[in-house]
């Protein structure tokens, strides 16, 4: 119990002296740790910009969706004031209706109350993929395979080659970790990297 209260003291005594001014400069200018955090922020970046286009591309296809609300709301509030104007013209009330105008005037009735479907129209899936489908198609339709490769692979090639070379750098700089090393290291109470 007492060895383990002074190796507890010890540990404290060690770290305290990791937090000093000077073990925080070395710590800061440690190639190793520099390196990890430059690409922590490059990884950030990247993972960043691919968000941001997500987060845009899903605001332009739900401005579309939008669009394409009000484009058939339009028409089919025109609709449904031809078919009353057809439905008051020709006398379609119940009582006054001609038996010859019967199906042409049930299908202008029906037509004329269309008017409240639209507002589970913005909520339709068929909409929405229709939407997502046309702007998918109007990306790929300008665009060539061969553009399309280029891109990917600079792409794909910036995020490999960045980790690659810290990654490499790190292992360049302190090359294979030596077992005396880690000993030491975890002996005072901190974690190897």
């Given at each position: 119990m007492h060895g383990q209260l002074v190796t507890d003291q010890r540990r404290r005594a060690d770290n305290s002296d990791a937090s000093s001014p000077k073990e925080l400069k070395r710590y800061w200018s440690d190639p190793k740790i520099l390196a990890a955090y430059i690409q922590l922020?490059?990884?950030t970046v990247i993972i960043s910009g691919l968000?941001?286009?997500c987060?845009?591309?899903l605001r332009?296809?739900?401005r579309d969706v939008e669009w394409k609300v009000e484009n058939k709301a339009v028409l089919v509030a025109k609709a449904a004031h031809q078919c009353r104007a057809n439905y008051e013209a020709n006398r379609c009330?119940?009582?006054?209706r001609a038996p010859a105008l019967e199906a042409q005037c049930v299908e202008w009735a029906h037509c004329m109350s269309k008017s409240h479907e639209l507002r589970d129209l913005q909520h339709s899936t068929v909409l929405w993929a229709e939407t997502l489908a046309e702007i998918i198609n109007g990306f790929f339709k300008p665009i060539s395979v061969k553009s399309l490769i280029i891109l990917s692979t600079f792409t794909f090639g910036v995020i490999i080659?960045?980790?690659?070379a810290f990654g490499?750098?790190?292992v360049?700089?302190?090359g294979t970790p030596n077992r005396a090393q880690d000993v030491d290291v975890t002996s005072k109470g901190l974690r190897p990297f």
């Open positions: 922020f490059v990884n968000l941001y286009l987060v845009r591309f332009l296809v739900r009330e119940p009582e006054e080659v960045s980790n690659v490499s750098y790190r360049h700089y302190y």
